[in-house]
C-alpha cells in the first residue's frame, strides 16, 4: 500500500520534472509582463497574420525608441475571433489588440472595449482619420477603437493584356458594361487567358471587392444602423447579373469557383489574368514579386459610373481587462501621428489611415497606391454585430447567394433566399 | 503478388514523396502552372521562407516536441497505472469506471473547448506547454487504458503466480515483471500520444496565448492562409514536410514494437 | 473484464484482508487516470451541459434558457442535414475503408520474403496528421499547381485540369480516397492481428477437408474476425461521424454549403456565430448519438465466439 502511495509521489515528481524540462521558461510571460527589467512596462498586443511584416517592423520601431516594450502576438487570421473571445471570456485580454475593423461593434456591444472617446476627440487630426474605421469603431455615441490599418478595394487590371486586346490601358473600365466588354476582349486572347478573376468560395474577399459594385450603383446590403437586410435592391441583382453572365461567358477561369481565397493574388500574377477585385496590399506584392507585370488600379465602379470601395483593415482598441490602458494609447497615438504614418506606412506601400495623407511624396511616385488610399477615403462597410455570420461567414448567406446566382445562374432564386436568411440572423442577434 | 503489392506501395507513398520534392524545388518552380514533376535545382530556399513565418521554425519545433514529450510521459505513465489496475484487480464500479474513461472517445473535441480554457485559465495554465500536454494527455487516455489492459490481459498469469511466489509485491511485480512484458503496448501507447499531440490545432491554437509558444500545426495554417490571396506553395510542402518528417521516422525506429503493441491491444478487444 | 486473481497457498492465510487490500490496491492504480479524466474531461463535459443551458454569447454574459437550445436543436434543419450528410459519409467511407483494409491485411499477412515493407508503407500515411495530410491534398488536388491534374492531363486522360472540390460528387470521391489513404492502414493492422490470431490448425483442418482458399476465406476466417471487425469497425464509424478537419480544410463545408458533417455545425455556432450555449446543445446531442449508434454496432457485432 506504502508502495502505491509512492506511485503518486513519484507521479507527481515525474510531472514538475517533465515541467522544468520542457522549454516553458519561455520568454515573456507574466513575469515579465507585471516587473519589467528597464522600468517601463511590457505592452501584450495582439494582431492577425494577413499583416504581419508591416505590424512587426512598426513595433520594432516602436521598442527601439520606448521605454515601454510591445509584446506582439500574431494569430492565424481565420481563427483570430475564437481565439480573442475564448481569452475575453476568461478574463485574460491582451493589453491591446489590433482587430479587423468589422468586428468593433461587436466587441463594443458586448461591453469589451475601453472608451476612449475623450483621447481620440483630443487627437488634433481626429476628424482625418478613415471615416469608415471611426463609424465602426462608435458604438451608443463613444469611440472605442481607432485606425489601425488601412485597405480600400478597387479593380486591378493588366496593362498588357489591355493593350493586345486593343484597349486603352490608360483608360480601365467606368462602368459595368465595360468590364465585362474588356473581359471579353482579353478572354479572345488566347484559351489560357480570362478576363475576370474573383474567389468564388471566400466569402470575405467578396465582401471587400463585391460589394462595392453595388454600393457604387447606389444601393445597399444592410441599412444605415444594419438593422434591416437591402438585398432586395436591383443593384444587387444587377451586380450579380454581371458576374453570372461573365462567367456563363467563360470569361473567368473555372478554377476561381474552388478559390477559398489564398489564391487570387497568383491568378492574377501569372500574367494571363484581364481584372480582379483587389486591395492595396496587392500592389506591394506585384512590384515586389512580379516586376514584369504592367498593372493599373481603377475605382469599382457603378452600372453607369460612380465610384465605390470597401475601407477595410484594421482597428486599434484596448480591450476592457487591459493592465495598461494608458500606455497602449500612448501607442496608438504614435501610430496614427503624421511621422509614422509616411515613414512605417506610406514608404513601405502601406496605406496611411488617414485621409489628409493619402497624397504624400512616396505615393506621389505611384498612382495605384494614391487610387487605393483615395478608394479608402471614399470607402464604406457595412456596420452590423452580427457581420460574421452574414458576410465572412464560409456557409453564410452571403457566399451562398454569390455562388447561387453566379455559378448556377439562379440570380433572383439566389437573391430573395439571401434576403430572406439576412433577415432572420438580423432579427435572432 | 508482388506487383500488387508495389503498386499499392507507389499509390501510398506518391503524395508524401512529391509534396517533400515539391518543398525542395526552387520557391517559383514550386507554384509553376503547370506544376513539374521533378525539381531543377535541389535548394532549402522553401525552408529559409518557411522560417520567417512568426517566431522562427526552431521556436515551433522546440515546443511541439516539448509538448510531445510530456505528453507522453503522462499518459504512459497513468495508462499503464490503470491499465494494469483494470487487467489484474476487481474493485467495486471498475467496470463503470472503465466506460467513463472510454467516454472521451465520442466527444467531438471541439465541444469542450470553451470549458477546457476557463479551466486551464483557473488553474493559471493556459499558455504553458504543461497546461496544454494536459490537455492532450486527457484525450490520449481512452486509448491508453484501453490499449494496456488488453495488453495486461494477454500475459499469462501464471507468471505473476510465481513472482508472488517468489515474495514480489505487487508494486515490484509491476515494474519489475510486469513492464518487460508490456514493453511493445507501452511503446504502442506512447508512439500514439506523440503522434496526436504532434499533430494537434485547434487546442494548441486556443490555449497559448503567446507567439512563442505556438507549435507546429498553428505554423502551417498561418503558411496556408497566405499573405492576402498569395499561398506560398513552396512553403506550405516545407511545412508540411517538417511536420511529417519527425513522425515518419519515429515510427519506422519504433514500427516493430508499435505493430506489434497494436496487434496485441486489438486481439483481445 | 480479468477473473480475480487465484490466491496461492502461500497468500491463502490472510485471505479476508488479502483480496480487501488487493481491491484497495487495484482502485489506486486506476485513480490517478480516473480522477485526470474526471477533472479534465467529466467535468468539462458537465459544464458543456451547464452551457447548452444558456444563451452563452461568446462576448458578454450568459443568460438561463432552460431547454430552449433543444427546442431549437429539434428544429434546426441545417443540424439534421449535416447529420444526415455526416451519415452518407460514413456509409460512402466505411466500405472502401475495410474492403481494401481486408485485402491488404491478406496481402501482408502472406508468407512472401520483404512482406514486411509492404505492412510498413500501407502504413506510414496514418502516422500524419489528418490536418497535415488534408492540406497536402488541397496541394494534390489544386487545379493548377497540382500534380494530380498535370499526371492525368499529361496521360491524356482529361483535356482540362479537373477542379476537384467545386463539385458535390467530385469533392466527396477527392475527400473519400484522401481519407482511405489515411486511415486504411490502421484498420489493416487491426484486421491482421485478428488473422493471426486464428489457430494454424483450424486452416490445416479444413484444407484437408478439401476446401478451397475462398471457402477456408469465407467460412472459419470472416466469422472468426468478427470482434475484430467489431472494434475496427467501432472506431472507424466514430472516427467518421466526429469528421471535421478534412472537410475544414479541403471544402470549407462546400460547394453550396453542402459538405457540412454534424462537427462543422457545431463548430460553426460555437465559433462562427459564437453560440456557445447552442454548439454546446449540439455536442450533447451528437453525444448521445453517438452512444447509441456504438450500443448498436456492438450489439449486432456481438461476438460468440469461441475457438
Given amino acids: 500500500m506504502q508502495r502505491i502511495v509512492k506511485v503518486w509521489t513519484g507521479l507527481l515528481a515525474l510531472l514538475l520534472l517533465a515541467a522544468c524540462a520542457a522549454p516553458v521558461a519561455a520568454p515573456g510571460g507574466e513575469q515579465a509582463a507585471g516587473e519589467p527589467a528597464s522600468g517601463g512596462v511590457t505592452i501584450s498586443f495582439w494582431t492577425r497574420d494577413s499583416n504581419q511584416a508591416q505590424v512587426r517592423s512598426l513595433v520594432d520601431a516602436w521598442n527601439a525608441s520606448h521605454e515601454n516594450q510591445i509584446e506582439i502576438t500574431v494569430i492565424p487570421a481565420s481563427e483570430y475571433m475564437t481565439k480573442v473571445g475564448a481569452s475575453v471570456g476568461a478574463g485574460a485580454p491582451p493589453d491591446l489588440m489590433a482587430v479587423d475593423l468589422i468586428y468593433v461593434p461587436q466587441f463594443a456591444a458586448a461591453n469589451q472595449l475601453t472608451d476612449i472617446t475623450d483621447l481620440a476627440k483630443g487627437l488634433s487630426y481626429f476628424d482625418k482619420l478613415s471615416p469608415s474605421h471611426v463609424r465602426l469603431a462608435t458604438y451608443d455615441g463613444k469611440i472605442f477603437g481607432l485606425p489601425f490599418n488601412a485597405e480600400g478595394s478597387y479593380l486591378i487590371y493588366n496593362k498588357g493584356l489591355f493593350e493586345q486586346a486593343g484597349l486603352d490601358p490608360e483608360n480601365p473600365p467606368k462602368t459595368w458594361g465595360e468590364i465585362a466588354d474588356a473581359a471579353a476582349k482579353i478572354r479572345a486572347l488566347g484559351e489560357d487567358i480570362y478576363g475576370f478573376y474573383f474567389s468564388g468560395a471566400c466569402a470575405g474577399c467578396n465582401a471587400f471587392t463585391f460589394a462595392p459594385l453595388i454600393w457604387a450603383n447606389g444601393g445597399d446590403v444592410l441599412s444605415e444602423d444594419g438593422t434591416v437586410a437591402t438585398l432586395a435592391d436591383p443593384s444587387v441583382a444587377g451586380a450579380l447579373a454581371l458576374y453570372s453572365q461573365m462567367w456563363a461567358d467563360g470569361l473567368i477561369p473555372p478554377g476561381a469557383q474552388a478559390d477559398t481565397g489564398t489564391d487570387f493574388a497568383n491568378a492574377f500574377t501569372t500574367g494571363k489574368i484581364g481584372m480582379a477585385g483587389t486591395g492595396a496590399f496587392a500592389i506591394n506584392n506585384i512590384k515586389t514579386n512580379f516586376p514584369e507585370i504592367d498593372f493599373g488600379a481603377t475605382f469599382l465602379p457603378g452600372q453607369e459610373g460612380g465610384a465605390s470601395s470597401f475601407a477595410g483593415g484594421d482597428s486599434i482598441a484596448i480591450p476592457a481587462g487591459s493592465k495598461y490602458p494608458q500606455e497602449a494609447f500612448e501607442f496608438i497615438q504614435w501610430a496614427t501621428s503624421e511621422e509614422v504614418q509616411l515613414e512605417y506606412y506610406a514608404k513601405l506601400n502601406n496605406l496611411p489611415v488617414r485621409t489628409d495623407l493619402a497624397e504624400n511624396e512616396y505615393f506621389a511616385q505611384d498612382s495605384r497606391l494614391t487610387t487605393a488610399a483615395e478608394a479608402m477615403a471614399i470607402g464604406r462597410t457595412p456596420y452590423s454585430i452580427v457581420y460574421n455570420q452574414l458576410f465572412n461567414d464560409a456557409n453564410g448567406p452571403w457566399l451562398k447567394m454569390i455562388q447561387t446566382a453566379v455559378f448556377d445562374g439562379k440570380v433572383e432564386e439566389a437573391v430573395n433566399t439571401a434576403q430572406e436568411e439576412f433577415t432572420k440572423i438580423l432579427a435572432g442577434q | ?269 | 473484464m480479468a477473473a480475480v486473481f487465484t490466491p496461492t497457498k502461500a497468500a491463502r492465510r490472510g485471505m479476508g484482508t488479502l483480496s480487501q487490500r488487493r481491491m484497495v490496491a487495484g482502485f489506486l492504480f486506476v485513480l490517478p487516470a480516473v480522477l485526470f479524466t474526471v477533472a479534465m474531461f467529466i467535468f468539462p463535459l458537465l459544464m458543456t451541459g451547464w452551457m447548452s443551458l444558456h444563451n452563452w454569447p461568446l462576448l458578454g454574459q450568459a443568460t438561463f434558457l432552460g431547454i430552449q437550445n433543444y427546442v431549437a436543436m429539434v428544429q434546426d434543419s441545417q443540424f439534421w442535414a449535416s447529420l444526415w450528410f455526416t451519415t452518407q459519409y460514413t456509409l460512402l467511407v466505411t466500405p472502401p475503408i475495410f474492403i481494401l483494409a481486408f485485402l491488404l491485411a491478406l496481402l501482408v499477412n502472406s508468407a512472401l520474403r520483404g512482406i514486411g515493407i509492404f505492412r510498413t508503407i500501407y502504413f506510414i500515411p496514418v502516422v500524419i496528421g489528418l490536418g497535415t495530410s488534408s492540406l497536402l491534398w488541397v496541394w494534390l488536388l489544386n487545379d493548377r499547381v497540382g500534380i494530380l491534374n498535370g499526371i492525368l492531363l499529361d496521360l491524356g486522360w482529361i483535356q482540362q485540369p479537373v477542379i476537384w472540390l467545386v463539385d458535390k460528387n467530385l469533392a466527396m470521391t477527392a475527400i473519400v480516397v484522401s481519407i482511405v489513404w489515411k486511415t486504411v492502414g490502421f484498420s489493416m493492422i487491426l484486421l491482421l492481428a485478428g488473422m493471426q490470431a486464428v489457430p494454424d490448425e483450424l486452416y490445416q483442418a479444413a484444407e484437408v477437408d478439401g476446401a478451397s482458399y475462398w471457402q477456408r476465406l469465407w467460412y472459419i476466417l470472416l466469422p472468426l474476425l468478427r470482434s475484430t471487425f467489431a472494434l475496427a469497425l467501432v472506431l472507424s464509424v466514430i472516427g467518421s461521424y466526429l469528421a471535421f478537419d478534412q472537410f475544414y480544410i479541403m471544402t470549407r463545408g462546400g460547394p453550396q454549403n453542402q459538405t457540412i458533417t454534424a462537427v462543422y455545425w457545431i463548430f460553426n455556432n460555437s465559433f462562427t456565430y459564437y453560440k456557445l450555449g447552442y454548439g454546446a446543445a449540439l455536442s450533447i446531442g451528437l453525444l448521445v448519438i453517438l452512444g447509441l449508434l456504438s450500443v448498436l454496432q456492438l450489439r449486432v457485432l456481438r461476438d460468440d465466439t469461441t475457438y
Fill in chain 2, 1 to 269: 503478388m508482388y506487383v500488387v503489392g508495389i503498386v499499392l506501395a507507389v499509390l501510398f507513398l506518391f503524395p508524401i514523396f512529391w509534396s517533400t520534392l515539391t518543398s525542395l524545388k526552387s520557391p517559383a518552380e514550386a507554384s509553376a502552372v503547370p506544376p513539374t514533376y521533378l525539381p531543377s535545382v535541389l535548394t532549402f530556399e522553401n525552408y529559409v521562407k518557411l522560417n520567417q513565418y512568426g517566431a522562427g521554425i526552431a521556436r515551433y519545433i522546440f515546443n511541439s516536441a516539448g509538448v510531445a514529450l510530456i505528453t507522453v510521459l503522462g499518459t504512459v505513465v497513468l495508462s499503464t497505472l490503470a491499465g494494469y489496475g483494470f487487467s489484474r484487480f476487481r474493485f467495486p464500479a471498475s467496470n463503470l469506471l472503465f466506460l467513463m474513461l472510454l467516454a472521451a472517445l465520442m466527444i467531438p473535441f471541439q465541444s469542450i473547448l470553451t470549458p477546457l480554457f476557463l479551466l486551464m485559465s483557473a488553474v493559471k495554465l493556459q499558455n504553458s506547454l504543461i497546461g496544454l500536454a494536459l490537455v492532450y494527455i486527457t484525450f490520449q487516455l481512452p486509448f491508453g487504458v484501453f490499449m494496456m489492459r488488453n495488453t495486461f490481459d494477454v500475459v499469462p498469469r501464471e507468471i505473476e503466480e510465481a513472482a508472488l511466489l517468489d515474495g514480489c509485491s505487487t508494486w515490484q511485480m509491476l515494474t519489475r515483471v510486469m513492464l518487460v512484458l508490456v514493453r511493445p503496448g507501452i511503446i504502442t501507447v506512447a508512439v500514439y500520444a506523440f503522434l496526436n499531440s504532434w499533430n494537434e490545432f485547434l487546442a494548441a491554437l486556443i490555449l497559448m496565448t503567446q507567439e512563442v509558444n505556438f507549435t507546429l500545426p498553428i505554423l502551417l495554417t498561418s503558411v496556408r492562409s497566405g499573405y492576402y490571396g498569395a499561398i506560398d506553395w513552396g512553403a506550405l510542402q516545407a511545412g508540411i514536410t517538417v511536420t511529417i518528417l519527425p513522425c515518419i521516422v519515429l515510427f519506422l525506429f519504433l514500427q516493430r514494437y508499435y505493430m506489434q503493441g497494436l496487434m496485441g491491444g486489438a486481439v483481445k478487444g
